[in-house]
């Protein structure tokens, strides 16, 4: 069934503006209603101007203790906005489906109730991080975990990749925002680590900049001092990979790379 309401969901990009898109601001600015979740004032300010019928979602992020709570709220009204006829915008801190379940489980229930749906790409903290880190991911390979999940379900990795860990601040909190210690979770993740990776092994606290001609936040530490690294909600750990494990000999002969 084909309705004109339409959802968009946009990335506002890390750096203040720098990384939108000309058609981002194209959709923030013609959308019937703009809603917005970014943690950066001037950027808040920014939408408010572009488009007058601006809404911000800090309200219902706010309003419930757990994180799944929030999200179920902030999904639902973006629905509510859209089944009432609106083109709806919806502006997210970064890539707009990166740590950003509310807008794209809106994203899948109005596109099964035959709404229009449009994602735009946005700049993430990956992206800025391989930037001022200087890595090409394809080099031996990449992964990227949440650090509460990365702990609770021990994902396996190949510590000869580049290992990028997000959320180290909040390890635990998902569903005990009160109660959750993260000396503990941080201690955990150490235990784990440790699994993979010598206590001398290099740490890279990062965190983009997020005004033009700011300079990144890149501190280096070792595995053992993880427990000393003073963690904010913008932090992104990573790991540089260990020496490259010997190739397959028969597969390399095959494909005569040998």
């Known amino acids: 069934m084909n309705k004109k309401n339409s959802l968009v969901l946009v990335g506002s990009g890390i750096k203040f503006l720098s990384h939108m898109t000309m058609e981002t601001k194209a959709y923030i600015k013609q959308a019937d209603h703009v ?66 379940k509310p807008g794209l489980d809106a994203a899948c229930l109005a596109k099964k109730e035959g709404y229009d749906v449009r994602i735009l790409p946005g700049v993430s903290t990956e992206d800025c991080l391989f930037a001022d880190l200087l890595i ?19 994902r396996k990795f190949d510590p000869c990749s580049h290992l990028i860990l997000w959320q180290a601040d909040v390890i635990g909190a998902v569903n005990n925002p009160e109660y959750f210690n993260n000396e503990i979770g941080i201690k955990l993740l150490y235990n784990y680590l440790r699994t993979y990776y010598e206590s001398a092994h290099k740490i890279i606290l990062y ?13 280096t ?14 932090s992104t750990l990573y790991f540089p990979p260990l020496p490259k494990t010997p190739y397959d000999y028969p597969i390399a002969k095959a494909l005569n790379l040998i």
């Open 221 to 234: 530490y070792t595995l053992r001092e993880l427990a000393k690294i003073k963690l904010t909600s913008i």
């Open 136 to 154: 090409d991911p394809s080099s031996c390979g990449k992964q990227s975990f949440e650090a509460t999940d990365f702990l609770i379900y021990r």
């Open 35 to 100: 809603l917005y979740l970014v943690n950066e004032p001037l950027m808040k300010e920014w939408i408010q101007k572009t488009n007058f019928n601006s809404e911000s979602l800090d309200d219902l992020y706010k309003k419930f203790q757990l994180r799944i709570e929030c999200y179920e709220a902030i999904t639902n009204f973006i629905l509510e906005k859209v089944r009432k006829g609106s083109h709806v915008c919806v502006v997210f801190y970064g890539h707009p489906t990166v740590f950003a």
């Open 207 to 219: 965190e983009a900049a997020q005004y033009p001609g700011f300079a990144p936040k890149i501190e």
